[in-house]
Structures are given as C-alpha cells and as structure tokens.
C-alpha cells in the first residue's frame, strides 16, 4: 500500500511566488492534516480536515490555505510564499472523525520547500 | 493538551534493549500517550499508544506507571535501523470544540544505537 502520497518532495521557489503542496491517500481514512517542521524542532500543525468538506485552523494557518478536495486528496498552497515559509511540509492521515478519536495518524515523507 | 519532557538523547548498544522515559505529570484521565518517531529525512512513524494499561505490539512495548505521570517505551532489541528521534505525545481523546485536532510533537529524544 502506498499509505500518504505527497508531491513533490522537493521545490525551489521566489518569494511571492504561489505553489500547491498536494496530498493522497489511500486508506480511506476521514481526517487530513497538514504540518511543518523547521530545523531542529518538532512538528506544528498548520490545517485539518476531520472529514469531506469541512477544514480548521492548526496552530500556525497564516500565510496558508487548504483545500479537502474529496475523500483521498488534500493541498495545501501558498498564495505569495516567503522565506519564513522555508520548510519540510508533511501531511498525515488517520481513520477518525476528528472529535472522539483516539487512531495514530499516518504520515507521509514531506516535500522540502526552499523561498529565496 | 498534557506538556512531556523527554531526555534530549541517549545511546544504547544493537541488541540490547533501549527504555525511554517520558515524563507527563500534569496528565489528565482522558488523554493518552501516543509514541511516534521519525528517522532522518522521513516522515513520523507510529510506534503505539496507551491509556493506563501496559501496551505490546510488533515494534515496542509501552509502559505507564499507576499515576500515569510517566511512561517508558521499550524497543526490546534494538537495531541500528532505529536510530531515530523519539516523540512522547499526550493526547486527549476527546476536544470540547475550537481547538485543533492534530499532534503536539515537542522535540523528543534522538535514540542513538551503536553498533
């Protein structure tokens, strides 16, 4: 099974410039997330969606958008992207429904994102 | 969420067994105690999870004290293909609505098994 698929696993960009980080799964898991890790820490929560259609800020939404676009798929874009967005990017899934649910979440191996 | 404190690194001989504690004293009775790691360059892995009750599964075992103010994850025989950063999470089962839904990751122990 290939679990969480992201795309790319790598991308260069210029500050202001937009990108989609896109996100499958095929678990037929109902919640997504989407996390950043900078150097040296621990992962922080940006967005997630406890289910088809609906989504909710993390711990760190500015500068982010998301899009639940059906039960598999998940993105994440940065409309006008700046160095402090500078990156590793991972989504997760897991089988709950948000609220009440106590399932491990499934990660998958990050796209690396560098503004210059 | 609970807050845990976890020892930055430890080391551990391949083929012994490597215990990591995590301390979770300010743990409330609905939460519980999820261990993920993450080796370089990869994505979080999901070891195993616990409420009050010991827990075993293929990879690890965990260990929660009575209190529950502390747990151990034991790797019973450790590889070199475990070296990795461990995360100790404490997690409530249930949010009372407004607050994320996602995993606290604080910056765990980097396990480092010699060969």
């Known amino acids: 099974n290939a679990g969480v698929t992201q795309t790319p696993k790598f991308q260069v960009l210029k500050t202001g410039q937009s990108m989609t980080l896109q996100c499958a799964q095929d678990?037929?898991?109902?919640?997504m997330y989407w996390y950043r890790q900078d150097p040296g820490m621990g992962l922080r929560l940006i967005y997630y969606?406890?289910?088809?259609?609906?989504?909710d800020k993390g711990e760190v939404p500015n500068g982010y958008n998301v899009s639940r676009l059906n039960k598999r798929e998940f993105s994440l874009r940065l409309e006008s992207a700046a160095p402090s967005q500078t990156s590793v990017y991972f989504c997760?899934?897991?089988?709950?429904?948000?609220?009440?649910?106590?399932?491990?979440?499934?990660f998958g191996d990050g796209t690396r994102l560098s503004i210059l | 969420d609970a807050k845990t404190t976890q020892p930055p690194s430890m080391d551990c001989a391949e083929g012994r067994a490597a215990n990591l504690p995590c301390n979770h004293s300010?743990?409330?009775?609905?939460?519980?105690v999820y261990w993920y790691r993450q080796i370089h360059s990869q994505g979080p892995q999901y070891i195993i999870h616990?409420?009050?009750n010991n827990e075993t599964n293929e990879m690890a075992s965990l260990i929660i004290t009575e209190d529950r103010k502390s747990s151990t994850l034991i790797l019973p025989h450790a590889t070199l293909r475990d070296t990795a950063v461990y995360y100790c999470?404490?997690?409530?089962?249930?949010?009372?609505?407004?607050?994320?839904?996602?995993?606290?990751f604080g910056k765990g122990t980097h396990l480092i098994i010699q060969p």
């Open positions: 999470i404490v997690r409530a089962l249930m949010y009372s609505g407004g607050g994320a839904d996602g995993l606290t």
């Open positions: 969606s406890a289910s088809e259609g609906t989504t």
């Open positions: 300010t743990i409330s009775g609905n939460e519980y």
């Open positions: 616990g409420l009050k």
């Open positions: 997760a899934s897991n089988r709950g429904t948000g609220l009440g649910s106590n399932q491990p979440q499934h």
């Open positions: 678990m037929n898991h109902n919640s």
